[in-house]
């Protein structure tokens, strides 16, 4: 079973608009992390939000804020106010096993991504 | 700070070729990681190594080696280039042992095997 699923390939907002990019995720782990990247077309890889399973408050960082529902396992990214430079590929992904040893269980998994474009 | 480096940032290979992707990062990380991203399937975990002289597979690690002799870096080697070994590889580095610390990435460097 895929550990971190985005089912929408591609997405198009209206600049200005608030868009929602879902992820779903499949642990076993009750200690576990979920972050955001984002990649524009340059190729980079940056980091945008991390959501803890135990935070109790979904996680924000600007524009960007992360509705963590624990129960249905799912962590959509909400961008608000789009602007153009929002335009990228957007990966989900997990870290299971914060509180063990074990190496393996403590990278990042990721999801197939969603290329958002923000149209003017 | 320079953060991840990583050397080519494009090569082109024949098949049966061997190559050195190279890695380092001067954040005195512990973890580092080797990711491949094709199209439609996102990064996939290639090698990783959770300190000097210790290295273990992750999800797509054949054809592959890697080794890390200090902190600082962590090249990988292609033995013997196939063409399915085109991708865009990433190398990473995370300062945490499993917590809520996000890893840094690399620029990238696109191989093509022809």
């Known amino acids: 079973a895929q550990k971190i699923t985005q089912t929408q390939p591609g997405m198009f907002v209206q600049e200005k608009e608030a868009v929602t990019l879902d992820c779903t995720y499949d642990?076993?782990?009750?200690?576990?992390?979920l972050f955001w990247y984002k990649q524009p077309s340059s190729g980079e890889m940056i980091f945008l939000i991390y959501?803890?399973?135990?935070?109790?408050q979904n996680a924000t960082e600007g524009r960007y804020s992360l509705n963590f529902q624990k129960a249905r396992k799912s962590a959509n990214l909400v961008i608000s106010a789009s602007q153009l430079g929002d335009s990228a590929m957007y990966f989900c992904?997990?870290?299971?096993?914060?509180?063990?040893?074990?190496?393996?269980?403590?990278?990042?998994?990721f999801g197939s991504g969603t290329q958002l474009t923000v149209l003017p | 700070n320079a953060g991840v480096t990583q050397t080519p940032k494009f090569q082109v290979l024949k098949t049966g070729q061997s190559m050195t992707l190279q890695c380092a990062q001067d954040?005195?990380?512990?973890?580092m990681s080797w990711y491949r991203q094709d199209p439609g399937m996102g990064l996939r975990l290639i090698h990783y190594?959770?300190?000097?002289?210790?290295?273990d597979q992750g999800e797509v690690p054949n054809g592959y080696n890697v080794s890390r002799s200090t902190t600082e870096d962590f090249p990988l080697r292609l033995l013997s280039a196939a063409p399915s070994q085109t991708s865009v590889y990433f190398c990473?580095?995370?300062?945490?042992?499993?917590?809520?610390?996000?890893?840094?990435f690399g620029q990238g460097t696109r191989l093509t095997v022809v």
């Open positions: 992904a997990m870290r299971e096993g914060l509180t063990t040893s074990s190496g393996s269980a403590r990278q990042l998994t």
């Open positions: 990473a580095s995370s300062p945490d042992r499993g917590g809520g610390t996000e890893a840094f």
């Open positions: 959501q803890g399973s135990y935070d109790e």
């Open positions: 190594s959770v300190g000097a002289g210790i290295t």
């Open positions: 642990t076993s782990d009750q200690s576990y992390g």
């Open positions: 954040m005195n990380h512990e973890y």
